[in-house]
């Protein structure tokens, strides 16, 4: 699923082959892994 999408991430305690599939590596879950995502997507579609 990860190789398929187009924009991917994965939090930092993920195992390291799964860290290498992702385009982002997120903050622990508990420490807001989703806000971190966000904040990655909004940065690279203002770029856009």
């Known amino acids: 699923m990860l190789k398929n999408a ?3 991430a994965v939090p ?3 195992p390291d082959e ?3 599939l992702a385009d982002f ?3 622990a879950c ?3 892994a989703v ?3 966000i904040d990655y997507l909004t940065k690279i ?3 856009s």
Do not use: L, M, N
Request: glycine share 10%.
């Open 35 to 37: 806000a971190d995502f």
């Open 25 to 27: 590596v997120a903050v």
């Open 6 to 8: 187009d924009i991917c």
């Open 18 to 20: 799964i860290k290498a």
């Open 45 to 47: 579609f203002k770029k």
């Open 30 to 32: 508990a420490d807001g």
């Open 12 to 14: 930092c305690g993920s």
